[in-house]
């Protein structure tokens, strides 16, 4: 078994956001915050990072921090969707075999969650890797913005099998549940299948993208972490990440 030999980094952002509009841009410390999430990428060595962005200025701004970006259609449905347009474009030759789906919202994240969502794609038969970490705050367990996988962990191994992923908590009975961290490793076939695929009637009634691929057959595994990055979705978020970072400096 062998991890892929040439994976690249993709970053979707857009300016629309229902709860703090424009937040790619939303500034830190002097800098934007889809440029904080570059440089984590970039930190975290495993390949090139290219931002897939759905407007102009987003390019702009990744550029200026000398980065890579690319302008995408901007009505696409997902980041999954735009992350494929990115990747056609930038490597119609197929250079890449394998493709990490970064969130642009997570600006304190440590470098080392990057290189760990890679590790399940160790084992040939997985089609796309993400990550979980243990809950330990129970009012998690109940709450429906926290996903919920189940992940056959085979005894002490750190990387399992998911067959589900819910909003509700999930599996019953004793043991530890686990929070599912929205990072993605593709196999370059598995994403251009993926987003072919129509949504599923799990996927339309739990409202998760993965469940999608699920439901196709494709085999999704996970690695189980320490930690739940700070996504930003609301400016108690965005003031909650400049603190985190500006202790950091």
Known sequence: MSLPRNPVILIPARMASERLPGKPLADIHGDPMIVHVWRRAMEADVGPVVVAAAEAEIVEAIEQAG????????????GSDRIFEALETTDAAGQYDAVINLQGDLPTLDPGLVRTVLAPLAEPAVDIATLVCEITDEAER?????????????????????????????PSGAGPHYHHIGIYAYRRAALAAF??????????????????????GMRI????????????????????????LKSGQ
Do not use: M, W
């Open 67 to 78: 980065g890579s970006a690319v302008l995408t259609k901007p009505d696409h449905p997902s």
């Open 142 to 170: 109940d709450n429906p913005n926290v996903v919920k996988p189940a992940v056959s962990f085979d005894g002490d191994s750190s990387i399992g099998r998911a067959l589900y992923f819910s909003r509700a908590c999930i």
């Open 195 to 216: 987003v072919a695929l129509q949504p599923g009637v799990l996927e339309r009634r739990e409202k998760l993208e993965q469940l999608r691929a699920l439901e196709a």
């Open 221 to 244: 595994d996970a690695a189980r972490v320490d930690t739940v990055p700070l996504g930003v979705d609301t400016p108690a978020d965005l003031e909650r990440a400049r603190q985190i």
